[in-house]
């Protein structure tokens, strides 16, 4: 088919509850538009004009739908500040931790919550939402999540020996990364204005290969609820939610999250690979959107053929969500795949997902 | 107090993670005169067993699993002194590492924590690893299995690479992958001979692979 929309209205006309030409597509692309404009994935992370640039170009280029944004799973370390490394190593594909701010018990209450104005990456997060709010694009920031952000500040090892042995050292920690968030939501609502922003969380931590249901419960739930409801009290309408590899068995706690927000807003819900859109569809769909979750990896092995499969197997299944439904991978594209698998989503959106 | 009720309470006090009680149960063996290495192994490994299939059955985490591994860990350091050298089998040697670019290690911290309890003996490389000295120490400790360990699609790429040296260097050598992005299916293309999907698999696979080979 050809197309008769363009990215930016076949976004909009899914989160409106419209029809879109064909299923929109977002690749959760940045390391690979690094690769693809030809500068290292480093940059990505450092430079905000090389970074809004080469998402912007590679979008362009592909025909996706997704606009630029700065987020990165070790997020938090920095902010509070610790110390972050850069990708600009051989197998390096995002920032990682190189100094948790937090050693100690002790350490814990002497942790201030950093002015977001000067924090870490915010400024670069900033630069980035400022340079898409100009030419109309969503200004994201990240605002989660709470327990994945502990662990980049008191590393992980000790974070789950802590939520064992002294929980409440983690309630306190959790708690003052809540008020960062907070902190950074009214930053960028008072900077472009609520209808303008999108907020995006997510993290690996929350993810039940590391913690169960009911931890989840303790540890996580709170936390979000309290974010996600001053998000959406300060008028934001759209969170990209993304729970990070298995989380399965927190599926309950994600329906009640937006049962007791009163189901305001709309959510676009990425799970990973390893959540059925069956099961997405049953718990969001009279509401929010799902985003398809293609696995990652695989768009580094496989071939152009085995991805399109891949992608129409997900578009078939994704467009019975009454809310609307997006193609798009389980976590983040690989920044080494093969580029022309990530035409194959395109192509499959035009070939499998027409509305018309 | 009889040898029975040690060894249980051992167990017991591994798999719920409490150091002080096993630390007690442990001096209370040595007062009894159980052997150290039994002590070790049906007390404390044997709890490691239940922490293990509770957590591929779910119905254990890693906060439990590193508590578990702290009070395993406590209670080793009260009966290592008092192992007869007679008595400890000679154990088979794994390499274990994160590969060069990731820095990821819980996973392999879970891998190791579960191959000693097991009777392994681990060399731990610890995290971002370049290839070279995963060759390097697998040849220099003739270890039985190479592990390795990627939570990134950037740093997965370099398996393959060990892979092929250690095909070409040590070809009687195991070599094992795992970590987020792995799957059997990639297992096999990087031509690894086992692939494990969390801790607990890993330790299970190792040992019929070395039945395979003939060296369990």
Partial sequence: MIDRMKPGERLAAVLMGQKPDRVPVIPF???????????????????????????????????????????????????????????????????????????????????????????????????????????????????????????????????????????????????????FFVACAEYFVSTFGADKCMAFGGGPVESNKLISPNQFGEFVYPYMLRVHRKVLEMGVQIILEHPCADQNKNLPWYRKLREECGWKGKYIWVFGPETPLENQISLFGDHDVIMGNVDPPSFQFKSFEEILLLCKDNIERGMKNPSGYILGVGCEMPPYAIPINVYAMIKASREYGSYI | MGKKEILEGLRDATVEGDVDKVVSFAKKAIAEGIDAYEAIMEGCAAGMNIVSEKYEKGEMFVPEILCSAEAMYAAIGVLKPYLKAERVETPKKIVLGVVRGDIHDIGKNLVKIMMEAAGFQVIDLGRDVPNEQFVEAVMREQADICGMSALMTTSMIAMPEIISELKKKAPKTITMVGGGPLSEELARAYGADGYAKDAAAAVRVAKELLIKRGGA
């Fill in chain 1, 29 to 179: 692309i940045l390391g690979f538009a690094a690769k693809i404009v030809g500068v290292p994935i480093g940059d990505l992370y450092t430079d905000p004009k090389k970074s809004f640039r080469a998402q912007l170009l590679c979008a362009e280029m592909y025909g996706y739908d997704s606009s630029p944004m700065y987020a990165y799973a070790s997020f938090g370390a920095w902010e509070f500040g610790g110390k972050v490394g850069f990708p600009y190593e051989p197998g390096q594909s995002a920032p990682y931790v190189i100094e948790e701010p937090v050693k100690s018990e002790e350490d814990v209450d002497k942790l201030e919550v950093p002015d977001p104005k000067t924090a870490g990456s915010i400024p670069i997060m900033m630069e980035i939402a400022r340079q898409c709010y100009a030419i109309g694009l969503p200004a994201v920031f990240q605002c989660g999540e709470v327990l994945t952000t502990a662990a980049n500040i008191a590393g992980p090892g000790r974070l789950l020996v802590w939520m064992k042995r002294k929980p409440e050292l983690v309630h306190k920690l959790n708690k003052k990364i809540e008020e």
